[in-house]
């Protein structure tokens, strides 16, 4: 029972954060934490304080498209009103219900995920989680995002290919 061979755990792997986060080819956005679960109230906020902008950043002419999946703060009439009058700086592009999860956001979750955990040391605090998550995030190299981005066309062609069932991706 010497302390020096015990290792420690923590059960149902620690504490966790909510957070947002936008890329484009160009630019990574911020990644912002969330305090709260995204209410519909609340991603309105998070789209006028951080899509809004980066949108207008990326795209001055408009000509955006932003993608992002069906969740229920998404889909609210709230949040869908707010998209539609800010049509004209950008679109949005329709998502089907209940479909394959194509949104290349959820690989580079998956690439910040890995750069936490290649730490040295494992975060112990909330705190020291999203120090984390906000360095890596912004360590994360621009080829990466891109080609997420170009792989859109090839995993979509795999979802019309398998009729909407399982792919490699």
């Not at 539609?84 to 089907?96: A, G, I, R």
């Not at 690989?107 to 890995?114: A, P, T």
Request: proline share 8%; aromatic share 12%.
């Amino acid at each position: 029972m010497d302390p020096a061979w015990q290792v420690g755990t923590v059960h149902g792997h620690g504490g966790s954060i909510m957070v947002w986060g936008v890329f484009s080819w160009q630019f990574l956005g911020s990644l912002v934490f969330v305090p709260t679960p995204l209410s519909a109230i609340r991603y309105v906020e998070f789209m006028g304080d951080h899509l809004h902008p980066f949108m207008l950043h990326c795209h001055p002419h408009g000509n955006g498209v932003f993608q992002q999946d069906n969740c229920t703060s998404h889909r609210s009439r709230l949040a869908t009103a707010w998209l539609d009058e800010h049509s004209s700086d950008f679109s949005v592009m329709n998502w089907p219900p209940r479909s394959p999860d194509l949104n290349p956001i959820e690989h580079l979750w998956d690439v910040l995920e890995k750069g936490v955990k290649a730490h040295h040391t494992t975060p112990a605090t909330l705190t020291e989680l999203w120090t984390a998550l906000a360095n890596d995030w912004q360590a994360i190299p621009v080829e990466s995002f891109r080609k997420l981005v170009e792989s859109m066309p090839r995993l979509v062609a795999a979802v019309f290919k398998a009729r909407g069932g399982p792919t490699r991706y």
